[in-house]
């Protein structure tokens, strides 16, 4: 909402580098310039001491916005303005008492004025701000707000502005803003990865840089992902595609014109090398007892009314070895209906996994047929709903809610395996490993779920 010749100036502290990455990455034809602050924890640190690193910068009158805060309207662009809301909570926020337009007093969090400071204010008599902030005490709480506090108390006119806003500087506060602006994208959200959409493009974060990076790689190796606009070590940018989530499509035969696409555009370009079965017995075998490991789950040795014996006991029956292939091709890595868009041209594939074992080329089609059919059964939006249920006593009982249009095309799924002389036993083995590997990210519900669910599944497999 700022006029595109603004001039930011931000200051860098905790996790600063993605800042910068996103900023310059999103937004290349804005003006930035970037303060890194030497002190932004511990002893000496505070937001007035971060505010005095840009004060070489900011010689000139300036708006200053903290970054917690979303408006609604731009701010004032003139005069010595607060912005503040008309509602208080003196415990969280700043307060202001005024007359007429000025304000009269500031009081810190644990006032009692009427109105609430939303930490965005414009200063025009910015030498006067710079005297009064660096005239404060240091302390861990010095701030804007004292600077201000002390030029309303030195007798300078301050105006305030009520203004709509919303706060994103603590837990509830962003869950309640989140709400307030309700995404239009079907998107299953992550701890360490996340989404943010623009008209015309896409961009990613991902915690990981490595990740990260052979993502942006493996773009190259696979047909039908969308154009990578840039990249930095966190963040890639793509094109928006318009289209439907493969998942939200209800026509008939999807799935199997998917998968006809899939072997004409996907899983092409074989290669084979023996080495291969060792990546296989990494991903699917070690991979799985590392991440079982350290499950807190109490083993339950009956679900759904068949004795399945303990994760050990199925785990012991299973030849890994069978599960290996020699033969890799391109591949997706996270394959699954809501990583598909349906487009008017067939279809485009995202968020695909950066390597499989130690290959960033190629990988195991088995694995991605298996996520296929994972997804199918397993709907994330289902999931999201609560439509999966848990009851935990002497047995387990565990069920959940399947989507009929899509449950009626396993079918055909399972007839292009066969049809293709490939080991159906196998993809369905290696769907619920997948289920078996998902349980340990996630937590509370959905993990003993997912566990128990997962050990259902191997046993119905693993059964003579």
């Given at each position: 909402?700022y006029?595109?010749?603004t001039?930011?100036v931000?200051t860098?502290?905790?996790k600063?580098e993605?800042?910068r990455e996103f900023?310059?990455l999103?937004y290349p034809?804005?003006?930035?310039?970037f303060?890194?602050v030497?002190?932004?924890?511990?002893p000496g640190?505070s937001?007035?001491?971060?505010i005095?690193?840009?004060?070489?910068?900011l010689?000139c009158?300036?708006?200053?916005?903290c970054?917690?805060?979303i408006l609604?309207?731009p701010?004032?662009?003139f005069?010595?303005v607060m912005?503040?809301?008309s509602?208080?909570d003196?415990?969280?926020?700043?307060?202001?008492?005024?007359?007429v337009?000025?304000?009269?007093a500031v009081?810190m969090k644990g006032g009692?004025?009427?109105?609430?400071?939303?930490?965005v204010?414009?200063?025009?008599?910015y030498?006067?701000f710079w005297?009064?902030?660096?005239?404060?005490e240091?302390?861990?709480?010095?701030?804007?707000?004292?600077a201000?506090?002390?030029?309303v108390e030195?007798?300078?006119?301050v105006?305030?502005?009520i203004?709509?806003?919303y706060?994103?500087?603590?837990?509830?506060s962003y869950?309640?803003?989140?709400?307030?602006?309700p995404?239009?994208?079907?998107?299953?959200?992550?701890?360490?990865?996340s989404?943010?959409?623009?008209p015309?493009?896409?961009?990613?974060?991902?915690?990981?840089?490595?990740?990260?990076?052979?993502?942006?790689?493996r773009?190259?190796?696979?047909s039908?992902?969308?154009s990578i606009?840039?990249?930095?070590d966190h963040?890639?940018?793509m094109?928006f595609?318009k289209?439907?989530?493969l998942?939200e499509?209800?026509?008939?035969g999807?799935?199997?014109?998917?998968l006809e696409?899939?072997k004409?555009?996907?899983?092409v370009d074989?290669?084979t090398?023996p080495?291969?079965r060792?990546?296989c017995i990494s991903f699917?075998?070690?991979?799985t007892?590392?991440?079982i490991?350290?499950?807190k789950?109490?083993d339950?040795?009956?679900?759904n009314?068949l004795?399945?014996?303990?994760i050990?006991?199925?785990l012991a029956?299973?030849?890994?070895?069978?599960?290996?292939t020699?033969?890799f091709?391109?591949?997706?890595?996270d394959?699954?209906?809501?990583n598909?868009i349906k487009?008017?041209e067939?279809?485009?594939?995202i968020?695909?996994?950066?390597?499989?074992g130690?290959?960033?080329?190629?990988g195991?089609?088995?694995?991605d047929l298996a996520k296929?059919?994972?997804?199918i059964?397993?709907?994330?939006?289902?999931i999201?709903?609560?439509?999966?249920e848990i009851?935990e006593?002497d047995e387990?009982?565990?069920?959940?809610?399947?989507?009929?249009?899509?449950?009626?095309?396993?079918?055909?799924?399972?007839?292009?395996v066969?049809?293709n002389?490939l080991?159906l036993?196998k993809?369905?083995?290696?769907?619920s490993?997948?289920w078996l590997?998902?349980?340990?990210?996630y937590?509370?519900k959905l993990?003993v779920f997912?566990y128990f669910?997962?050990?259902?599944?191997?046993?119905?497999?693993?059964?003579p």
């Amino acid at each position: 909402m700022y006029p595109v010749d603004t001039t930011f100036v931000i200051t860098l502290g905790h996790k600063g580098e993605l800042v910068r990455e996103f900023l310059t990455l999103a937004y290349p034809n804005r003006s930035f310039t970037f303060v890194i602050v030497d002190n932004y924890e511990g002893p000496g640190s505070s937001l007035g001491y971060s505010i005095l690193q840009a004060r070489h910068l900011l010689q000139c009158p300036f708006v200053f916005h903290c970054c917690d805060t979303i408006l609604t309207k731009p701010p004032p662009t003139f005069g010595n303005v607060m912005c503040v809301a008309s509602h208080t909570d003196s415990v969280s926020y700043t307060s202001i008492d005024v007359d007429v337009d000025a304000v009269t007093a500031v009081h810190m969090k644990g006032g009692n004025g009427k109105f609430s400071y939303i930490g965005v204010s414009h200063i025009q008599n910015y030498l006067d701000f710079w005297e009064c902030l660096s005239a404060c005490e240091a302390s861990s709480s010095l701030s804007d707000v004292h600077a201000l506090q002390r030029m309303v108390e030195s007798g300078l006119f301050v105006n305030y502005h009520i203004m709509d806003f919303y706060d994103t500087g603590n837990i509830a506060s962003y869950s309640k803003t989140k709400k307030a602006f309700p995404s239009t994208h079907s998107v299953l959200e992550k701890n360490d990865e996340s989404l943010c959409f623009f008209p015309d493009r896409v961009i990613k974060f991902c915690a990981n840089s490595s990740t990260n990076l052979k993502r942006v790689e493996r773009s190259a190796y696979i047909s039908g992902t969308p154009s990578i606009l840039g990249s930095s070590d966190h963040f890639m940018m793509m094109d928006f595609v318009k289209g439907t989530l493969l998942s939200e499509c209800t026509h008939y035969g999807e799935v199997k014109n998917l998968l006809e696409w899939a072997k004409r555009s996907l899983w092409v370009d074989s290669q084979t090398n023996p080495a291969f079965r060792d990546t296989c017995i990494s991903f699917y075998k070690d991979k799985t007892f590392l991440r079982i490991k350290d499950l807190k789950i109490v083993d339950k040795h009956t679900v759904n009314g068949l004795h399945t014996g303990s994760i050990t006991d199925l785990l012991a029956t299973i030849d890994f070895s069978q599960l290996t292939t020699d033969t890799f091709y391109r591949f997706h890595g996270d394959f699954i209906l809501d990583n598909i868009i349906k487009t008017s041209e067939g279809f485009t594939l995202i968020d695909w996994r950066h390597e499989f074992g130690d290959q960033i080329k190629h990988g195991d089609m088995y694995y991605d047929l298996a996520k296929l059919r994972h997804n199918i059964i397993f709907n994330h939006k289902n999931i999201t709903n609560g439509l999966f249920e848990i009851h935990e006593g002497d047995e387990v009982v565990v069920d959940l809610k399947c989507n009929y249009m899509l449950i009626r095309q396993l079918e055909e799924l399972d007839q292009f395996v066969l049809d293709n002389n490939l080991d159906l036993k196998k993809v369905k083995l290696l769907m619920s490993i997948i289920w078996l590997n998902m349980a340990p990210l996630y937590t509370g519900k959905l993990q003993v779920f997912l566990y128990f669910f997962a050990k259902f599944n191997l046993f119905l497999q693993l059964r003579p």
